[in-house]
Each structure stands twice: as structure tokens, then as C-alpha cells.
């Protein structure tokens, strides 16, 4: 999944006069793991000719036989079978004019099926590794997380099979997705496509100062990451009062259950909805009751599922205290700044993060987030931040 410029069907309907708009996230990129087997394939199989997907899979190897969906066709699931992976094999299957698809379970035996789809990885569905070796592939065991196999083709039994194999449930949805681009009308040519990520986040933030989208759009722009295989949206828009200049108040009903219906959204698509408070404007950071104020809000986002949290100090004036406590209690300078953000982040971290093992790991946005030289204010960040927590940066 070599992601590069954005193509234009993938570009997001919004509008920025801010320098956060769509911001890739790029300090938080970290190349995949990749086995010797997995590179090595990857560079030998090449396609006969371009694939209609995209991002474009690391290997693409095609089979002389070509399989025809039938209308009936048999769909193997297994107990673990990713729920978003299946409802797309399923809505992809409806399109393509099946009007029958018998759902049965990796334990059940296979008889008289035209085609049967195999939805699911080792991990999900014991019955895939048994139709990859009809088929005389490799599975994805060996594979980097989010990698997967589609393979389309006529088995040694003289049976059609498609089968998705992810090396976890995220992955079996993106092979769900590379067969949606591939499926066009009834007949389908063999193939065995192999691809995992090369960056680990891939995404945008939503950070955005003037008109922001509207719910429906960010819906909509969470149904195409998933179909691109994007992986990770960034929740900021300086609109949002409740997470900026009133950010210690807490979300009315009808608030929090927009928010939460994004957070579902999300996690259909297989994205990472991640959550950003910027106290910045007013927080005093040597009173106890802001972190607490900080970690009540996020208490609030964990119940509609966020597991992604950013404490944002970006766009502020970092030399100006709110109160006098905060001068008297760590000085004056960037330096200063830096140890009073350090704090704050520090105390979110061990009150809210740490003691919550389902929690992604918190994100800070420093008050100076570029450039790659040292300066007084990085020097602090790198001595008192809790190495824990990530850092959002861009080299510009």
C-alpha cells in the first residue's frame, strides 16, 4: 500500500485557511515491518498490466483462468470473520448480481458450490488456509499487521474460490476493498495480490480554522478513508468550542452523540479516531484542577470509544502565562513554556493513559512542532516529556 500524492477522487471536500487543514500525519509515520519472503515476492510478481487499484499493491501476479460469478455463490466465514470485511464481500457480491449467498461457517464442509468466498485470515478462519493451498498460495501469517492476500482463481479440485486472508481483521478489510476495485460485472480474472503498508499511520487531521465540513461530509470522508485504506483521522476543528476556548466544559447530549457516531463510523472503516483538547488558550498549568478538567473530558470521549488522545499546545502564544502561579512556578522563556506543557501532558499521562491498557499511546502537539534544529524549548521537551507519550513534529 505505497501511499503517495493524493489522488483526486480521494481529496477531502474541505476548505482551510488554516496551516493544519489536511495535515498528513507525518510524526507519526513508521514503516511496517516487512519479512524477507514478503519483499522478495514483491519485487519478482509483477502484474500483466495495471490493476485497477489503488493504493497500488506491493505484488500483483495473475492466473490464466478467469472466474464467473455465478448467482448463487457460497460465503465461508469464520468466528472472528472481521464484520466490516464481510458486510463489504457481501454488498460487492450484491452488486455484481448474486442474488444468493449461503453464509456458512470454516467448519462446515463446502458441496457443490460454482464459487465459494473465503472471508477471513488464520487468525479469523481456519477453513482460508485450506482454499489458499487449493489455489496453491501462500497465506499472510508471515505478513506485517494490515497486510493481506487476495487470491482469485480455479483450484486444483476444479473449484472457483475468492479468498481474502488478512494477517489481522483490518487486513481481511482491506483485501475486501481491493476486491470491490476489482470486481466489475460477472466475470473476474485470476490474480493473487500480496500487500501491507509501508507507513504505519495514514491519514489526516481535521484541523481546521474558518467553515468546517459538515457531519455528513465527515462521514462521507470516513467511508473513503476506509475504501483507500487510510487508516487514521485526526478529530481538531478549532470551531469546536468544547475543545478549545470553553474546553473545560463538558459536550451537551446531542454533541457527545455526534461525535460518537463518527467514533462508530470510524471504526467500521477501520480507522483510528483520534481525539485533540488544546487548553492552550487559558489553562493554568501548576493548578491541579486542569489536568483533572483535561482528563474529565477525555473520560467523556473514552465512552464513545475513543482510544486516541492529543493534548494540543500549537497555535498559542507559549510566553504568555494565564495566571501568576504559572510564572512563579516555572519561570520565563521557551524553556519555561516547554516545562510547563511537559507537566500538564505528564500528569494526562499517568492519571488517564497509563491506567487504561486499552488506550493508544497520547500525542502532544508542542508549541514548536517544526524545524530540525535544537533549540532551549525542544531541549526541555525531550528532558522532563514522559517518553511515553508521542510527539507530533513536521521537518518543515
Avoid at 332 to 358: M, Y
Wanted: glycine residues 8%; aromatic residues 8%.
Amino acid at each position: 500500500m505505497a501511499i503517495g500524492s493524493t489522488p483526486t477522487a480521494l481529496r477531502p471536500s474541505w476548505r482551510s485557511r488554516g496551516a493544519h487543514a489536511v495535515a498528513l500525519m507525518l510524526s507519526l509515520l513508521a514503516p511496517a515491518d516487512v519479512t524477507a519472503a514478503d519483499a522478495g515476492e514483491a519485487s519478482a510478481a509483477e502484474a500483466n498490466g495495471p490493476l485497477p487499484v489503488y493504493p497500488k499493491p506491493r505484488s500483483a501476479k495473475s492466473r490464466p483462468e478467469e472466474v464467473r460469478i455465478p448467482p448463487a455463490v457460497t460465503l465461508v466465514k469464520g468466528p472472528s470473520t472481521d464484520a466490516s470485511a464481510l458486510a463489504v464481500v457481501r454488498e460487492v457480491l450484491r452488486d455484481a448480481g448474486v442474488r444468493t449467498i449461503h453464509q456458512v461457517d470454516d467448519q462446515s464442509p463446502v458441496r457443490g458450490a460454482r464459487l465459494t468466498v473465503h472471508v477471513g485470515g488464520h487468525k479469523e478462519n481456519v477453513a482460508t488456509a485450506g482454499a489458499l493451498r487449493a489455489l496453491g498460495v501462500q497465506g499472510a501469517e508471515t505478513m506485517a499487521a494490515e497486510g493481506y492476500v487476495l487470491a482469485v482463481g480455479e483450484g486444483r479440485d476444479g473449484r472457483d474460490r475468492i479468498v481474502l486472508s488478512g494477517a489481522d481483521g483490518a487486513g481481511t478489510y482491506y483485501a475486501a476493498q481491493t476486491l470491490r476495485q476489482l470486481v466489475h460485472g460477472l466475470r473476474l480474472q485470476g490474480v493473487v495480490i500480496r500487500d501491507w503498508p509501508s507507513l504505519r499511520w495514514r491519514g489526516a487531521m481535521d484541523g481546521f480554522y474558518g467553515p468546517s465540513p459538515s457531519h455528513q461530509q465527515r462521514l462521507a470522508d470516513l467511508d473513503r478513508f476506509g475504501r483507500h485504506k487510510l487508516n487514521s483521522y485526526v478529530y481538531a476543528p478549532k470551531d469546536d468550542p468544547y475543545r478549545r476556548t470553553e474546553w473545560r466544559k463538558p459536550y451537551p447530549a446531542h454533541e457527545l452523540a455526534r461525535i460518537g457516531e463518527l467514533v462508530r463510523r470510524a471504526r467500521e472503516n477501520h480507522v483510528s479516531f483520534g481525539y485533540v483538547l488544546s487548553p492552550g488558550l487559558s489553562v493554568r498549568y501548576s493548578q491541579p484542577s486542569e489536568a483533572a478538567a483535561l482528563t474529565a473530558k477525555f473520560e467523556s470521549l473514552w465512552e464513545l470509544g475513543v482510544r486516541s488522545f492529543v493534548v494540543a499546545f500549537d497555535d498559542i502564544d507559549d510566553q504568555r502565562w494565564n495566571c501568576a502561579e504559572d510564572r512563579a512556578a516555572f519561570g520565563t522563556g521557551p524553556a519555561a513554556a516547554a516545562g510547563a506543557q511537559a507537566h500538564l501532558a505528564n500528569a494526562v499521562q499517568k492519571a488517564f493513559i497509563a491506567v487504561r491498557p486499552e488506550a493508544e499511546p497520547l500525542q502532544m502537539m508542542p508549541s514548536q512542532y517544526w524545524g530540525t534544529s535544537r533549540t532551549d524549548y525542544t531541549r526541555r521537551i525531550a528532558q522532563d516529556l514522559d517518553p511515553g507519550i508521542v510527539v507530533q513534529w513536521t521537518a518543515r
